[in-house]
T-cell receptor
Framework: DQQVKQNSPSLSVQEGRISILNCDYT??????FLWYKKYPAEGPTFLIS?????DKNEDGRFTVFLNKSAKHLSLHIVPSQPGDSAVYFC???????????FGTGTSLTVIP | DTEVTQTPKHLVMGMTNKKSLKCEQH?????MYWYKQKAKKPPELMFV???????INESVPSRFSPECPNSSLLNLHLHALQPEDSALYLC?????????????FGPGTRLTVT
């Protein structure tokens, strides 16, 4: 049972434009949502998180939006850079942080 | 130091071998995790140690045996593995006390079972 889903396995964007990565979840009890970036042969790198009591969190070029009624979150990257090309995983967890549920990942390619 | 280190980077072992994977962090984190990741799949949680005690075992076969000798170290002992256990094994750690949701991952150990 996939509690966190990323329905787009891949996305291509021109350099300088906005990248929007989407994620849906099924469990309304999740307290925190996170985005991770993963390069081949490396572990995931934490990018940005958002608490379930917020609807937006911004960190530099990265903004995460949370729509609790739709059980949907998205990651916006503006402007996109070639170095952003990687696989992006969204994840969700309860308030203990012990149980993490990862989405299946979206491979982002930023075209120079 | 915001790094989680894992050794070895690559490991090839036969089905009768015994080997260990090691993970270390010096960020003072009190929770540590083992994940298994197959190609093109998300990481799957295997074990969670919280304050050096095993708090979650996700029904992992006994041929995988975790150990947490102290708050900075996490081992995964492997014995009698199967070829389908070949995967990337990721270690992660997170702060306790309200920031447990931030997990920092190591680079992983690429395991091949022959």
């Amino acid at each position: 049972d996939q509690q966190v889903k990323q329905n787009s396995p891949s996305l291509s964007v021109q350099e300088g434009r906005i990248s929007i990565l989407n994620c849906d979840y099924t469990n309304s009890m999740f307290d925190y949502f996170l985005w991770y970036k993963k390069y081949p042969a490396e572990g995931p790198t934490f990018l940005i998180s958002i608490s379930s009591i917020k609807d937006k969190n911004e960190d530099g070029r990265f903004t995460v939006f949370l729509n609790k009624s739709a059980k949907h979150l998205s990651l916006h990257i503006v402007p996109s850079q070639p170095g952003d090309s990687a696989v992006y995983f969204c994840a969700a967890t309860g308030n203990t942080g012990n149980q993490f549920y990862f989405g299946t990942g979206t491979s982002l390619t930023v075209i120079p | 130091d915001t790094e989680v280190t894992q050794t070895p980077k690559h490991l090839v072992m036969g089905m009768t071998n015994k080997k260990s994977l090691k993970c270390e962090q010096h960020m003072g984190h009190r929770a540590m995790y083992w994940y298994k990741q197959k190609a093109k799949k998300p990481p799957e949680l295997m074990f969670v140690y919280s304050y050096e005690k095993l708090s979650i075992n996700e029904s992992v076969p006994s041929r995988f045996s975790p150990e947490c000798p102290n708050s900075s170290l996490l081992n995964l002992h492997l014995h009698a593995l199967q070829p389908e256990d070949s995967a990337l094994y990721l270690c992660a750690s997170s702060p306790g006390q309200g920031r447990t949701y931030e997990q920092y991952f190591g680079p992983g150990t690429r395991l091949t079972v022959t």
